[in-house]
């Protein structure tokens, strides 16, 4: 039996498609490409905008076509919040929302047996973390590690509270035994993610996000500790203290901005202003001089004039992040935002998009090429040609000589030069 599988999204769905896929290979199935034929398709789902149900949608009839006797399986975001729109394609055989990943198995032992359309999406109310784990990461020398799931804040441009329910955590004996056994497996670098990163442990008792980093700082073989994304909000006296005397959490961190104006703040419902914001920020560097620190920016919110953008450009700039990611604002079907008026016609949008970039590129070049000549940690990840590629702790993309060196290796490195893409560097030891 051979099975395909296609990710949309974020990396909390990356990790769960790598789930699948390892249960799928310790039952029998070879897995292949998505563009050739097989015998199951699974389709991971975003619907973080209607571009992304979009992009769903067709990712599933190329399924259904390529595969005209294949079991064709939908799971998460899109067929949780549209099961039934889901469930009429043609073609679809099981419809799964977020919750039940671990269950697909048993599900198409089902259909093979009753040959009837399945659907399980049910409401995600006082639902508890589903178990997942993973021992290897396919093709990649860092790992991802789900350890949290859903969110709480209720922004006001945002699906993702409906389509993932409300915060839980993965029981911390859990994390800690699917990182020691990375670890054991050869992986230096974890990357924790989940919908809601920092708010790990908001159901539990007595135990959150900083105390698990501190567990995490003590198992043997693990070199790196990656956060994929904490709000600003999450950075506590305790957080703080734990980044502070870390030696392993890497000199990046990802800090969600969204806008740099207050009145568009507050019609978010994101909950700080930019007094919080730049004051937490400069902690941050008070402890970890010379820290990435990168940002997500939505332009374009119902509301925002050229005078609130220019207050997010200048508070930006204030800032001096490392990195923007930068989306322009898409109105999205059950949410408060894509009701409210003023909406920002398209044409601007792009403008502000195309400004936003440009800065990004500026900062980006600005802060790496600030670093040449001083020293880093490279992760080698990639060989191509007679070059082998990797990240620096700070998260900046290097490479050096292919001299008998390989991947999953960590070398203290000189930076020579920088090009906007890359750095090139200098091996001073294996570490």
């Given at each position: 039996?051979?099975?395909?599988?296609?990710?949309l999204?974020?990396?909390?769905?990356?990790?769960?498609?790598?789930?699948?896929?390892?249960?799928?290979?310790?039952?029998?199935?070879?897995?292949?490409?998505?563009?050739?034929?097989?015998?199951?398709?699974?389709?991971?789902?975003?619907?973080?905008?209607?571009?992304?149900?979009?992009?769903?949608?067709?990712?599933?009839?190329?399924?259904?076509?390529?595969?005209?006797?294949?079991?064709?399986?939908?799971?998460g975001?899109?067929?949780?919040?549209?099961?039934?729109?889901?469930?009429?394609?043609?073609?679809?055989?099981?419809v799964?929302?977020?919750?039940?990943?671990?269950?697909?198995?048993?599900?198409?032992?089902?259909?093979?047996?009753?040959?009837?359309?399945?659907?399980?999406v049910?409401?995600?109310?006082?639902?508890?973390?589903?178990?997942?784990?993973?021992?290897?990461?396919?093709?990649?020398?860092?790992?991802?590690?789900?350890?949290?799931?859903g969110?709480?804040?209720?922004?006001?441009?945002?699906?993702?509270?409906?389509?993932?329910?409300?915060?839980?955590?993965?029981?911390?004996?859990?994390?800690?035994?699917?990182?020691?056994?990375l670890?054991?497996?050869?992986?230096?670098?974890?990357?924790?993610?989940?919908?809601?990163?920092?708010?790990?442990?908001?159901?539990?008792?007595?135990?959150?996000?900083?105390?698990?980093?501190?567990?995490?700082?003590?198992?043997?073989?693990?070199?790196?500790?990656?956060?994929?994304?904490?709000?600003?909000?999450?950075?506590?006296?305790?957080?703080?203290?734990?980044?502070?005397?870390?030696?392993?959490?890497?000199?990046?961190?990802?800090?969600?901005?969204?806008?740099?104006?207050?009145?568009?703040?507050?019609?978010?419902?994101?909950r700080?202003?930019?007094?919080?914001?730049?004051?937490?920020?400069?902690?941050?560097?008070?402890?970890?001089?010379?820290?990435?620190?990168?940002?997500?920016?939505?332009?374009?919110?119902?509301?925002?004039?050229?005078?609130?953008?220019?207050?997010?450009?200048?508070?930006?700039?204030?800032?001096?992040?490392?990195?923007?990611?930068?989306?322009?604002?898409?109105?999205?079907?059950?949410?408060?935002?894509?009701?409210?008026?003023?909406?920002?016609?398209?044409?601007?949008?792009?403008?502000?998009?195309?400004?936003l970039?440009?800065?990004?590129?500026?900062?980006?070049?600005?802060?790496?090429?600030?670093?040449?000549?001083?020293?880093?940690?490279?992760?080698?990840?990639?060989?191509?040609?007679?070059y082998?590629?990797?990240?620096?702790?700070?998260?900046?993309?290097?490479?050096?000589?292919?001299?008998?060196?390989?991947?999953?290796?960590?070398?203290?490195?000189?930076?020579?030069?920088?090009?906007?893409?890359?750095?090139?560097?200098?091996?001073?030891?294996?570490?």
């Amino acid at each position: 039996m051979k099975a395909a599988f296609y990710t949309l999204g974020c990396k909390v769905n990356s990790y769960e498609t790598e789930v699948n896929i390892e249960m799928f290979k310790n039952n029998g199935y070879e897995i292949v490409p998505f563009n050739e034929k097989a015998d199951v398709y699974v389709i991971n789902t975003c619907s973080v905008t209607n571009t992304a149900d979009s992009k769903s949608r067709k990712m599933i009839r190329e399924a259904v076509k390529r595969g005209e006797n294949a079991i064709v399986i939908v799971m998460g975001c899109y067929s949780q919040i549209k099961y039934l729109e889901v469930s009429k394609i043609p073609g679809v055989s099981i419809v799964i929302g977020t919750n039940n990943k671990s269950k697909i198995l048993d599900l198409i032992e089902e259909y093979k047996t009753n040959k009837k359309q399945i659907v399980r999406v049910f409401d995600l109310k006082d639902i508890k973390f589903e178990d997942m784990n993973l021992d290897k990461f396919e093709n990649h020398t860092r790992a991802f590690v789900k350890i949290q799931d859903g969110c709480n804040n209720y922004c006001t441009y945002c699906i993702i509270p409906y389509s993932r329910g409300n915060v839980r955590s993965k029981p911390k004996n859990l994390v800690i035994k699917e990182i020691t056994t990375l670890a054991h497996n050869g992986y230096k670098e974890v990357v924790l993610t989940g919908i809601h990163t920092g708010h790990y442990g908001k159901d539990l008792d007595n135990y959150d996000f900083s105390d698990l980093l501190s567990e995490i700082e003590k198992i043997d073989g693990l070199e790196r500790i990656r956060i994929s994304s904490i709000e600003i909000v999450e950075l506590d006296d305790k957080f703080m203290n734990v980044l502070k005397n870390s030696k392993k959490i890497v000199n990046h961190i990802h800090i969600p901005l969204q806008s740099g104006s207050n009145a568009i703040l507050k019609t978010m419902n994101r909950r700080y202003n930019m007094d919080e914001f730049i004051n937490k920020i400069n902690e941050i560097r008070s402890i970890r001089p010379g820290i990435a620190i990168t940002t997500d920016v939505i332009v374009g919110f119902p509301g925002e004039t050229d005078e609130l953008f220019n207050e997010t450009v200048e508070s930006i700039k204030k800032i001096g992040f490392t990195e923007l990611h930068v989306f322009p604002y898409s109105p999205r079907e059950g949410t408060p935002a894509a009701k409210m008026d003023n909406q920002v016609p398209e044409q601007i949008k792009k403008e502000r998009v195309k400004t936003l970039i440009e800065l990004s590129n500026k900062l980006k070049y600005s802060y790496y090429s600030s670093l040449v000549g001083s020293e880093e940690y490279l992760l080698t990840e990639t060989i191509i040609d007679n070059y082998i590629y990797g990240h620096l702790t700070n998260y900046g993309f290097a490479r050096i000589k292919l001299d008998g060196n390989s991947t999953n290796e960590i070398y203290k490195v000189k930076l020579i030069s920088y090009n906007n893409e890359y750095f090139e560097v200098e091996k001073i030891k294996k570490c």
